[in-house]
């Protein structure tokens, strides 16, 4: 089941008949309670009984929003297609409880196309080392957005160079690698037990010949396993504030780090352990989340809304949870614990799903935000996908003081 809430109505959606003024910084800390107390589930996180999972068409739901918010759920489930550009990503991804909780990919696709549209185009991987730095500043100015533009920086690893720090300090320069080469990203796990998967266009024997004339670069360790080689600098798993932003590898607070380039791929860890398991996975010696139908189907909900980036987690929120996110966890909230709960508690509660995607899209130039929701079997999708437009119509935002409602014109 997809969700997309959008400030303009794509094709085959009419405009709101009834807007409301909603700025953008509005509508992007909405996008964050949506994925919070929307998603709320009348009993969950818990264990459960074994479900079957069921592939084929994805039960879905579509939103539109001009100044508003409309709503519409098709009658006929969304089509997609059965391999999508994601599962080569989720392929590359070894199955953890850790990668299950909390696993931000990025689909560049859609942002390389919005910065196109605004007349500024992806440098060539033949041009010199700091296109990307005349890139960035370009795209800023030419977006239509303001202090918005895509760029997804916390869903980001480091070594695609979209990161907070990418822009600033993009040391991976020095090995030939920087923004120009990301295709798609995965950020899996939790620090600093983060894996980092990025797919792209790279040339190992190019990082090699300029590691080889960077005189400035730190010499690497080349290690070797299952026949594959990555470099290594630092102690594993260890910060060296004297070493922040070193070139070649070292990031912020001075890890460098374990870094394989791949060809069409490349991986970075901050422990040689973690590396290893990229490439068992890599190599199918052990199990990846895309061997999962679960996430096949994800996969395939993802690329069907066409956003650009998401955190996909098999976590869910119950009220209580929801409570403790949203009051302990924003600062400066003013709104009492009694207040927010019941907010939340207005509007009927989701049904338990599997896995769940939120995360921002962008159509031409309009930004939207997007949910994807993989559930256990097709009566529990359907069940929710009503859920859904309920919790909608009757339910509260919290810290706004307002339904919903006041924002979604219009439910089918």
């Not at 990919?105 to 390389?112: C, G, R, S």
């Not at 005189?215 to 504030?241: H, K, M, N, P, R």
């Not at 009927?348 to 896995?355: A, I, N, V």
């Amino acid at each position: 089941m997809n969700l997309r809430i959008r400030p303009g109505p794509p094709d085959g959606y009419a405009e709101s008949r009834a807007p409301a003024s909603v700025t953008l910084s509005e509508v992007k800390g909405l996008f964050a309670a949506l994925a919070v107390s929307v998603l709320a589930l009348a009993c969950g996180g818990g264990s459960k009984a074994p479900v079957s999972r069921v592939e084929g068409s994805i039960p879905t739901t579509r939103t539109a929003r001009s100044a508003s918010i409309d709503i519409a759920f098709p009658s006929r489930p969304l089509s997609a297609p059965e391999e999508s550009r994601m599962q080569g990503l989720f392929d590359l991804i070894s199955d953890t409880p850790e990668n299950r909780a909390q696993l931000w990919v990025n689909d560049f696709a859609p942002i390389w196309s919005a910065w196109e549209a605004v007349g500024v185009s992806r440098p060539g991987l033949d041009e010199t080392t700091t296109a990307m730095d005349q890139f960035l500043p370009e795209v800023v100015r030419a977006s239509p957005f303001g202090d918005f533009f895509p760029r997804p920086r916390v869903s980001s690893p480091r070594l695609s160079g979209f990161d907070v720090y990418g822009a600033l300090f993009s040391t991976y320069r020095f090995m030939g690698l920087d923004q120009r080469n990301v295709d798609f990203t995965a950020l899996a796990g939790f620090h600093p037990r983060t894996m980092e998967i990025v797919i792209g266009q790279y040339d190992p024997e190019r990082v090699e010949q300029r590691l080889a004339r960077c005189f400035e670069c730190e010499t690497a360790q080349v290690e070797q396993y299952l026949d594959v080689e990555f470099y290594s600098w630092g102690a594993d798993g260890q910060a060296d504030l004297d070493k922040r932003f070193q070139p070649p590898a070292y990031d912020q607070v001075g890890h460098g780090g374990r870094i394989a380039v791949r060809g069409k791929h490349a991986f970075r860890t901050l422990q040689t352990a973690l590396m290893h398991r990229l490439i068992e996975a890599e190599r199918d010696r052990i199990p990846a989340l895309g061997d999962d139908p679960a996430y096949r189907l994800m996969g395939r909900g993802i690329a069907s809304i066409d956003g650009y980036a998401f955190l996909v987690s098999n976590r869910s929120h119950t009220v209580d949870s929801a409570v403790r996110t949203i009051v302990f966890q924003q600062p400066g909230t003013r709104a009492t614990e009694l207040e927010v709960r019941a907010a939340l508690e207005r509007g009927p509660l989701l049904e338990e799903f599997e896995l769940a995607a939120t995360g921002w899209g962008v159509a031409g130039q309009v930004p939207y935000a997007a949910i994807v929701l993989v559930h256990g079997d097709p009566v529990t999708a359907e069940s929710n996908s009503r859920l859904l437009g309920d919790r909608l119509a009757e339910g509260r935002i919290p810290l706004r003081n307002t339904g919903w409602a006041s924002l979604v014109s219009r439910a089918e």
